[in-house]
């Protein structure tokens, strides 16, 4: 099986309120439902699968979220949630095969780093395509994607984001009992110049508030947000949709607006960081 068995998650919160793992790690889910006016559903959606490494007893993690968005977002996220995994799975065997090697040795080879690092990048590229490819919804609803991946040996991780949602590393002092955030990605917002420039070549429309065009309002993030403007495929002069991101798997009408669902891939080494930071 691409996925361990023990892979599915009971409650982590036990009879006492104690947060608790039926395996012993360190990582659980956590989700509520937005305020929304009407009876809109939790379209939020995440999982943590464990990838098995062959005869190892080692296993790949990978963790995702996927906020899903429209009045049937909730059912994009979800299949999401299903099929990203297996799909990303799949791939990866693929790929591998052109190492002829296990995953773990290519991780352990410094003559093929180049090459993993290149594989799992493609494997995320294309496993996002193939997701926002076969999306059942078609036009309705869409999704966020951030996902993390560990290939169970080394010191890299790869986050791989198409949308706003944040995948955040935070780094935890045990002698000083004090955190701190040492990776964010970028959300994926309309107005960045990049993205703008994509949607606008598209024939897309991008509104920015005046927040962002002044420069925020005193925070360390505008509380306003832009948006692409997405006309409604019917012709109504007050339908469409303005969506507050610029890339993300489903939203099916903007795709002719410049929105995409590739996503940015970033190999993140804590063995550099700590490398490049001052004690």
């Known amino acids: 099986s691409f996925l361990s068995h023990d892979s599915t998650y009971e409650s982590v919160i036990d009879k006492n309120n104690h947060l608790t793992s039926p ?13 929304k006016m009407g009876k809109v559903p939790n379209q939020d959606r995440s999982l943590i699968a464990h990838l098995s490494l062959g005869k190892s ?15 049937r977002g909730h059912v994009v996220s979800h299949y999401i949630a299903l099929e990203l ?22 991780i352990g080879d410094p003559t093929k780093e180049g090459a993993m690092v290149r594989n799992i990048r493609q494997a995320f590229n294309e496993t996002f395509l193939e ?3 076969h999306e059942p919804i078609k036009g309705t609803g869409g999704s966020t994607a951030s996902t993390l991946f560990y290939p169970g040996l080394g010191s890299k991780v790869y986050i791989a ?11 935890y002092s045990k002698s000083q009992k004090t955190s701190a ?16 420039a994509r949607i606008e070549r598209a024939g897309g429309r991008v509104m920015i508030p005046p927040s962002i ?24 002069p007050f339908g469409g949709l303005a969506l507050a991101m610029s890339r993300s798997i489903g939203d099916f009408d903007g795709k002719s607006a410049g929105l995409i669902a590739e996503p940015d ?7 550099d960081y700590y490398e490049n930071t001052s004690p």
């Open 131 to 133: 997701v926002d490819a």
């Open 57 to 71: 007893d080692k296993r790949a993690l990978l963790m995702g979220i996927f906020d899903g968005h429209g009045p």
């Open 85 to 106: 995994p297996r799909i990303f799975a799949k791939i990866m065997r693929q790929k591998q095969k052109s190492l002829n090697q296990s995953l773990l040795d290519s």
């Open 181 to 196: 955030i040492i990776f964010k990605n970028v959300p994926h917002k309309p107005h960045l110049e990049g993205e703008r």
């Open 23 to 35: 395996l012993g790690d360190d990582h659980a889910l956590l989700t509520r439902c937005g305020y």
């Open 161 to 171: 984001n198409a949308g706003d949602s944040t995948t955040l590393i935070a780094r």
């Open 265 to 271: 891939v970033i190999p993140w080494d804590v063995n």
């Open 213 to 236: 065009l002044l420069g925020g309002g005193g925070g360390d993030e505008p509380k306003e947000t832009s948006r692409v403007m997405i006309s409604d495929p019917d012709g109504g």
